[in-house]
């Protein structure tokens, strides 16, 4: 379908070789003499783009472009002007207008102006077509689960994501901290704006101050131009920062200040900018012990919880495990295209039974798993970890416990069992295990593992 183009100008010459010149390019044209009978075809008609002429008798081009704006907010808007209107045509573009052409022009000049406000629409209508996308998939209908904890959260979500309030989520790793952000951000009237995340955890010390706040050109070695940060990137919108307890406690006063005067400074400059943000931050961490410990601000912390939401483990909320795992089969059988109809009973019951340290990260990726090696139509025994397929006894390679069991027994063999999945790899076994490499490498001393990963790792060349 060819787009609809409006032509608004008094000057029948002008408005006869537009129309020419644009139809011959293939454009739906239709020609106005006025800016009323330019609104009177846009009460009855949708048009891609309208070129309007600046000056014109009764209503000139900025006052037919406010009614635009108000009529049609969407409709791409060009201005034609002479030399001696450019300062209108200027303003017009302040007001709404997407570009002006000036008097004379050429068909060749026309068309590529045209050509790249149709464009731009083309590329708006697929913004906001993806954005719409990604708000039904953080819609709150959409996230999984029924259980009368959970639910008592999401009423809190939904309460918090209205609000312009900071937002503390806390829960355990794995539990699903960045999909509520995610959800509240997306319910938001932020929604339109952009969503940031940050993984303080993932960021070196010496460059996280930078990644948040932007640095100038020659601020430090290899800064060679000037760079945005991620606070300045989610102006109008919503920032993350994932995992706020390993933030370095040098630059806990800066974030501070942010939060309290809603502007910072650039690396190497003294000039301060200020920013609309939402701030939503997680951590798997009790930050009250943290300040007891000297690692975070206890000023911080106050500033950060104005709203806290905990997200309950799946071991609290196990009534959600079937219709958690029918998602995930589903979602894996799209992927894949795989036609697995659902788990054996006897599993599912097991699974009902296990205190699940990974929490829903560690459901899905072994519901993944299942799909992808499942040889029969439902997901059986043979298609699960050993602690799974067990039979409610786990097995830590040392020793077989009887369930239940410890946490930190099942924590220690569920990173056996992530090694022994990655080969080794630690990074993939804390991505799996819903952790930070570093946090890892912790649990492997923590649990006097770190020579039997290395041995595995070696053994694998």
């Known amino acids: 379908m060819n787009e609809k183009i409006l032509v608004v100008d008094d000057d029948r010459l002008v408005s006869e070789f537009v129309d020419e010149t644009l139809t011959r390019s293939g454009y739906d044209v239709t020609s106005a003499m006025s800016g009323e009978d330019a609104l009177g075809f846009i009460e009855i008609e949708d048009f ?27 409709t791409m808007v060009i201005m034609i002007t002479a030399y001696g209107t450019v300062k209108n045509a200027v303003e017009a573009m302040k007001i709404g207008a997407f570009d002006y ?63 312009k309030a900071t937002i503390l989520i806390t829960g355990e790793s794995g539990t699903g901290k960045e999909l509520v952000a995610k959800a509240i951000h997306y319910n938001s009237p932020r929604k339109g704006k952009a969503f940031i995340r940050v993984n303080c955890a993932s960021l070196p010390e010496n460059l996280i101050e930078s990644e948040l706040f932007g640095h100038e050109k020659g601020a430090f070695t290899g800064a060679i131009k000037q760079t945005k940060g991620r606070f300045e990137l989610a102006d109008g919108g919503t920032l993350l920062l994932d995992e706020i307890s390993e933030m370095p406690f040098s630059l806990q006063a800066k974030l501070l200040r942010v ?46 919880n104005v709203i806290q939401i905990e997200i309950p483990p799946l071991r609290a909320r196990v009534d959600d495990i079937p219709a958690l795992a029918t998602h995930f089969i589903k979602k894996y059988n799209d ?81 056996l069992e992530a090694l022994k999945f990655t080969g080794g ?31 595995v790792e070696e053994d694998l060349g």
């Open 335 to 415: 992927e894949n295209g795989r036609s697995v109809e659902g788990i054996n009973d006897k599993v599912l019951n097991i699974m009902m039974k296990y205190h699940w340290p990974g929490n829903v990260r560690e459901l899905e990726n072994i519901i993944q798993r299942g799909v992808v090696t499942c040889r029969s139509k439902r997901l059986t025994n043979e298609d699960f970890p050993g602690y799974l397929a067990l039979g409610g006894v786990v097995d830590t390679g040392d020793v077989q416990l009887p369930m239940p069991v410890s946490l930190s027994e099942l924590e220690k063999y569920a990173i």
């Open 101 to 163: 052409v000036l008097k004379p022009f050429s068909p060749d000049e026309l068309e590529l102006t045209v050509k790249k406000a149709l464009k731009f629409q083309g590329l708006q209508i697929e913004n906001d077509l993806l954005r719409n996308e990604v708000g039904r998939k953080y819609s709150f209908d959409n996230i999984v689960g029924r259980n009368k904890t959970l639910m008592d959260v999401f009423d809190l979500v939904k309460v918090a994501a209205d609000s």
């Open 425 to 455: 790899n630690r990074s993939k076994a804390a991505d799996i295990l819903g952790i930070t490499s570093r946090t890892l490498r912790n649990k492997l001393a923590e649990y006097g593992l770190k020579r039997k990963a290395v041995t």
């Open 48 to 74: 891609d783009l309208i070129l309007s002429d600046v000056r014109m008798p009764k209503m000139d081009g900025i006052e037919l472009l406010k009614q635009i704006r108000h009529v049609s907010p969407s």
């Open 259 to 304: 939060l309290q005067e809603y502007e910072f400074e650039r690396v190497g400059s003294g000039t301060p900018i200020k920013v609309d943000v939402r701030l939503i931050a997680t951590t798997n961490r009790n930050l009250k012990a943290e300040i007891r410990e000297g690692n975070f601000r206890e000023d911080l912390f106050y500033r950060l």
